[in-house]
């Protein structure tokens, strides 16, 4: 498996790609909001291919949950698309995940973020869980993947000497409703020609657009009995 594994943690970063076009300068995005965030926050995207709700986990991967909800928040997400569907050969299928965001767009991106591995926050790449896409450690900003599977492979494996694979990703929601919306954008064609390097044969031949990223209002809890 030590193979496929590298494969994994390569191709988990995110791609150099066309940009969307620029929005006019009238339509510049606003500052994001400083406010204090809730322990769990759950956005819901809206896509052409229907909707996905997820649950970001502010209390254990603050950085990572906080910049999810502020791309949301300023609706720098509306317009963006799902590209990739990483289809792994191996284990039980479907096993892969799929990608989206910003794909490095200056005028959508905010700063990147400190890096939080798994082994600090005890959230795992597990099905459903969303994880920050990037290059190295610290340079994430406005893409993001969606498990498909399990892939414990993008945790933190704080014993390994590959700087990488000790580093993992950072997991930090989970998709509450839309599993399969998520497993149909996995499940679409994918581009012959689209990709370069190891990101050939993973790109999607028609990406998905999330019309709308939206968080949604708090759970009210139940009266005690």
């Known amino acids: ?11 988990a970063a995110p791609v150099k790609k066309r940009v969307a076009p620029a929005r006019p300068a009238a339509a510049a995005y606003p500052a994001p909001s400083k406010a204090p965030l809730p322990e769990k926050v759950r956005v819901a995207l809206e896509t052409e291919a229907g909707r996905i709700v997820v649950e970001l986990d502010v209390k254990r991967a603050p950085a990572s949950a906080t910049n999810f909800v502020r791309y949301a928040e300023t609706r720098r997400f509306d317009g963006t698309v799902f590209y990739r569907a990483m289809h792994l050969k191996w284990g039980e299928q479907p096993n892969g995940l799929i990608q989206a965001g910003t794909r490095g767009d200056p005028k959508r991106n905010l700063p990147p973020i400190a890096h939080e591995p798994t082994d600090q926050t005890g959230i795992l790449h597990k099905a459903g869980t969303l994880s920050m896409a990037r290059y190295a450690p610290g340079t994430a900003t ?4 969606i498990m498909v599977s399990d892939q414990p492979g993008l945790d933190a494996q704080p014993e390994s000497t590959d700087p990488e694979a000790k580093a993992g990703y950072a997991a930090f929601g989970q ?7 998520v497993k149909a954008i996995f499940a679409a064609p994918i581009s012959e020609t689209e990709g370069e390097g190891i990101m050939r044969g993973q ?23």
């Not at 406005?142 to 993947?145: K, L, N, T, V």
């Not at 998709?175 to 919306?181: C, L, S």
């Not at 998905?208 to 005690?224: F, G, S, W």
């Open 1 to 11: 498996m030590l193979a496929p594994l590298a494969v994994m943690l390569v191709a």
């Open 142 to 145: 406005g893409d993001f993947s």
């Open 175 to 181: 998709v509450i409703e839309g599993m399969d919306v």
């Open 203 to 225: 790109i999607l031949a028609k990406s998905v657009k999330i019309i709308t990223a939206r968080r949604l209002p708090e759970p009210v809890a139940a009266p005690a009995p």
